[in-house]
């Protein structure tokens, strides 16, 4: 059954929502006093989400519970991830690293990567942590673009992925290994980073940071060209000590569960800044999806407010009949990273007790700017409102299907499809992208922000997505860069073009799927169909590689040579062709 509003009454609250009921007065200097600040003036992440909570009544409190894969787990108080961090503040100082550098970081989620992220804000380093499930090629690129000084990463993934590109990383000084024993000899090239840690000191005075200092450098994919590294700044943590409350309705008592990687900005956003700066219990699990182990963590650990993903949800579903018991202490779910369907958030409903309320944002706007929060009704199938303080319009695209010149830029009314656009100056906006302030430049048109999606309103003011301007990819919720994709295949010799696009899938969303021009004198037969998606996995990563692979005679261009991917989409999925006028067109970036 498919409910088209869910109703909410103050009984359905467990506790009074921290959101505003009217939001309007709220402005962002009212969120800025919501955080600290430096002892001497300023501004840090790590000190708003570590070192203010370890300075009072809340030093014991458990900031992050680990859940390991083979059922360890360790409680990290907010005392103790004090004193890690600062070690690792001392151990970038110890390695010649000065403000401004960029530390990333390419594990999966132990408690290190949690301790090298706070722990490099602290030293004024900007920290990127990177997606472990990325092979050599996107690792690679990214290190390079934002010229990483320090890696930290296991042993494994150095010799998979980085080992034998090193030598085209002259940025990078040194790989700090987090799984190599202080007492033992790391491999060349390496260090221990548990040795380094073992002789710091566990003081540290924050460095004086401002709200426009880099902090956080996540990286995205456009439809063309090299991934795009969005540059946050230390101001960022207003925006996630403001949506913390206002969406997710964090309070300081919550255990909070947010299932994304770090390696994501969800993962860093939410999974890291926002709930310590809200000084609750945060859950990071190791392991990777298992329904079982899913609900087992729900229960156990009593998790009160729990942030996913649709494709996540939809897995569950799959896994599971009729309500999960047990449940009792979880009060609010939501998810973000991609079309949430009414059913999933009915079978919330019926499974947890509870819907499931969307949530709408980017990498390049830091944190949750449209949502259905604790206390409003939904409508399933829509994003929600735009938070408090988030303004938002929805923009006429051109015939060309790109947006209007600047002058023309016509916010629409309720009912009419376009480009959603955001009013710039939320705290956690993107500054910039790193080394291409061409791009950055390209996404503003009259005094707002593009967005890149397209959206309707409806007459209540509820946002309604319709899809993608360009042509990324979403898939499992992860954002994908058809060119890049498109890169890699390039590299085989038997590949002369390749055209990459997102095919939908019931439970990913979306997969990648490849078309293929070979070289003269290729076969293109299974074997060699097989050896390009295993070349793929192997350079790309299995979440970025295609799932399939078809070799065709030639692939469509626009009249400037661009690969034409909405008609190769079209024809897969047997659509209208559609404005041909509209694909020559000159496509966003
Ligand atoms: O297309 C929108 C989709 O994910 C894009 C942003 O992806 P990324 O930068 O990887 O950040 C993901 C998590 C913040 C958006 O431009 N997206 C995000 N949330 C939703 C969504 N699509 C539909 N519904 C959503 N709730």
């Given at each position: 059954m498919t409910l088209t509003q869910i109703h909410k009454t103050p009984a359905d609250w467990r506790v009074?929502?921290?959101?505003?009921?009217?939001?309007a007065p709220f402005t962002w200097d009212e969120a800025r006093a919501w955080v600290d600040g430096l002892p001497g003036g300023g501004l840090n992440i790590a000190h708003e989400a570590v070192d203010r909570h370890a300075a009072g009544p809340r030093a014991e409190?458990?900031?992050?519970?680990?859940?390991?894969?083979?059922?360890?787990?360790?409680?990290?108080?907010?005392?103790?991830?004090?004193?890690?961090?600062?070690?690792?503040a001392n151990v970038l100082g110890s390695l010649g690293l000065t403000r401004g550098d960029v530390v990333f970081v390419l594990s999966g989620r132990v408690p290190e990567l949690y301790v090298a992220v706070l722990g490099a804000l602290k030293a004024g380093c900007v920290a990127s942590p990177l997606f472990s499930a990325f092979g050599p090629e996107p690792v690679r690129q990214r290190i390079e673009i934002g010229e990483g000084k320090v890696l930290v990463t296991t042993r494994s993934a150095y010799t998979r992925k980085v080992e034998g590109l090193r030598d085209r990383l002259p940025a990078l000084r040194h790989v700090l290994l987090v799984d190599v024993p202080a007492d033992a000899e790391p491999p060349a090239g390496t260090l221990s980073l548990a040795a380094l840690m073992a002789a710091a000191s566990d003081d540290y005075t924050v460095a004086a940071t401002e709200p426009e200092t880099p902090a956080l450098l996540h990286f995205t994919s456009?439809?063309?060209?090299?991934?795009?590294?969005?540059?946050?700044?230390?101001?960022?943590?207003?925006?996630?000590?403001?949506?913390?409350?206002?969406?997710?309705?964090?309070h300081p008592d919550d255990v909070f569960w947010c299932t994304a990687d770090p390696?994501?900005?969800?993962?860093?956003?939410?999974?890291?800044?926002?709930?310590?700066?809200?000084?609750v219990t945060s859950i990071v699990d190791e392991a990777d999806f298992d329904a079982d182990r899913w609900y087992a963590i729900l229960r156990d650990e009593h998790v009160t407010v729990w942030y996913t993903a649709p494709t996540a949800v939809r897995r569950l579903m799959r896994a599971s009949g009729g309500r999960i018991e047990g449940l009792d202490a979880l009060r609010f779910?939501?998810?973000?990273?991609?079309?949430l369907n009414p059913e999933a958030v009915s079978w919330g409903l019926e499974a947890l007790g509870l819907p499931i309320h969307d949530t709408w944002w980017q990498t390049e706007t830091g944190g949750i700017m449209i949502a259905n929060t604790v206390a409003s009704d939904i409508r399933p199938g829509s994003m929600g409102h735009p938070l408090p303080g988030v303004e938002i319009a929805v923009l006429r695209?051109?015939?060309?299907?790109?947006?209007?010149?600047?002058?023309?830029?016509?916010?629409l009314g309720p009912g009419v499809e376009g480009e959603l656009a955001l009013k710039p100056g939320w705290p956690s906006m993107f500054r910039t992208y790193l080394g291409q302030p061409e791009r950055y430049a390209a996404c503003f048109k009259g005094?707002?922000?593009?967005?890149?999606?397209?959206?309707?309103?409806?007459?209540?003011?509820?946002?309604?997505?319709?899809?993608?301007?360009?042509?990324?990819?979403?898939?499992?919720?992860?954002?994908?860069?058809?060119?890049?994709?498109?890169?890699?295949?390039?590299?085989?010799?038997?590949?002369?073009?390749?055209?990459?696009?997102?095919?939908p899938d019931p439970m990913a969303g979306e997969v990648v799927k490849a078309f293929v021009v070979l070289a003269h004198g290729a076969l293109p037969d299974d074997t060699l169909r097989r050896e390009l998606i295993g070349f793929g996995r192997t350079r790309l990563g299995a979440a970025v590689a295609p799932r399939d692979l078809a070799f065709v005679e030639e692939l469509p261009h626009t009249r400037s040579g661009k690969i034409m991917r909405r008609l190769l989409r079209a024809r897969e999925l047997g659509l209208p062709i559609g404005d041909l006028s509209t694909l020559e067109g000159e496509e966003p970036t």
């Amino acid at each position: 059954m498919t409910l088209t509003q869910i109703h909410k009454t103050p009984a359905d609250w467990r506790v009074p929502p921290l959101l505003p009921p009217d939001p309007a007065p709220f402005t962002w200097d009212e969120a800025r006093a919501w955080v600290d600040g430096l002892p001497g003036g300023g501004l840090n992440i790590a000190h708003e989400a570590v070192d203010r909570h370890a300075a009072g009544p809340r030093a014991e409190h458990v900031a992050l519970r680990w859940l390991g894969r083979h059922g360890e787990r360790e409680d990290l108080t907010y005392a103790e991830l004090r004193r890690r961090t600062n070690r690792f503040a001392n151990v970038l100082g110890s390695l010649g690293l000065t403000r401004g550098d960029v530390v990333f970081v390419l594990s999966g989620r132990v408690p290190e990567l949690y301790v090298a992220v706070l722990g490099a804000l602290k030293a004024g380093c900007v920290a990127s942590p990177l997606f472990s499930a990325f092979g050599p090629e996107p690792v690679r690129q990214r290190i390079e673009i934002g010229e990483g000084k320090v890696l930290v990463t296991t042993r494994s993934a150095y010799t998979r992925k980085v080992e034998g590109l090193r030598d085209r990383l002259p940025a990078l000084r040194h790989v700090l290994l987090v799984d190599v024993p202080a007492d033992a000899e790391p491999p060349a090239g390496t260090l221990s980073l548990a040795a380094l840690m073992a002789a710091a000191s566990d003081d540290y005075t924050v460095a004086a940071t401002e709200p426009e200092t880099p902090a956080l450098l996540h990286f995205t994919s456009g439809t063309t060209g090299t991934p795009k590294g969005a540059v946050h700044v230390h101001e960022a943590v207003v925006m996630h000590e403001a949506t913390a409350r206002f969406a997710l309705d964090l309070h300081p008592d919550d255990v909070f569960w947010c299932t994304a990687d770090p390696g994501w900005v969800t993962g860093t956003s939410y999974g890291i800044v926002a709930p310590l700066s809200r000084g609750v219990t945060s859950i990071v699990d190791e392991a990777d999806f298992d329904a079982d182990r899913w609900y087992a963590i729900l229960r156990d650990e009593h998790v009160t407010v729990w942030y996913t993903a649709p494709t996540a949800v939809r897995r569950l579903m799959r896994a599971s009949g009729g309500r999960i018991e047990g449940l009792d202490a979880l009060r609010f779910v939501a998810s973000v990273g991609e079309p949430l369907n009414p059913e999933a958030v009915s079978w919330g409903l019926e499974a947890l007790g509870l819907p499931i309320h969307d949530t709408w944002w980017q990498t390049e706007t830091g944190g949750i700017m449209i949502a259905n929060t604790v206390a409003s009704d939904i409508r399933p199938g829509s994003m929600g409102h735009p938070l408090p303080g988030v303004e938002i319009a929805v923009l006429r695209r051109g015939p060309a299907g790109v947006l209007v010149t600047d002058g023309e830029v016509e916010p629409l009314g309720p009912g009419v499809e376009g480009e959603l656009a955001l009013k710039p100056g939320w705290p956690s906006m993107f500054r910039t992208y790193l080394g291409q302030p061409e791009r950055y430049a390209a996404c503003f048109k009259g005094g707002w922000y593009c967005t890149g999606d397209l959206v309707t309103r409806d007459a209540d003011g509820y946002v309604w997505f319709l899809g993608r301007a360009d042509d990324v990819i979403k898939s499992s919720g992860h954002l994908i860069g058809p060119f890049e994709v498109e890169s890699a295949l390039l590299e085989h010799p038997a590949v002369a073009e390749a055209g990459v696009i997102g095919l939908p899938d019931p439970m990913a969303g979306e997969v990648v799927k490849a078309f293929v021009v070979l070289a003269h004198g290729a076969l293109p037969d299974d074997t060699l169909r097989r050896e390009l998606i295993g070349f793929g996995r192997t350079r790309l990563g299995a979440a970025v590689a295609p799932r399939d692979l078809a070799f065709v005679e030639e692939l469509p261009h626009t009249r400037s040579g661009k690969i034409m991917r909405r008609l190769l989409r079209a024809r897969e999925l047997g659509l209208p062709i559609g404005d041909l006028s509209t694909l020559e067109g000159e496509e966003p970036t």
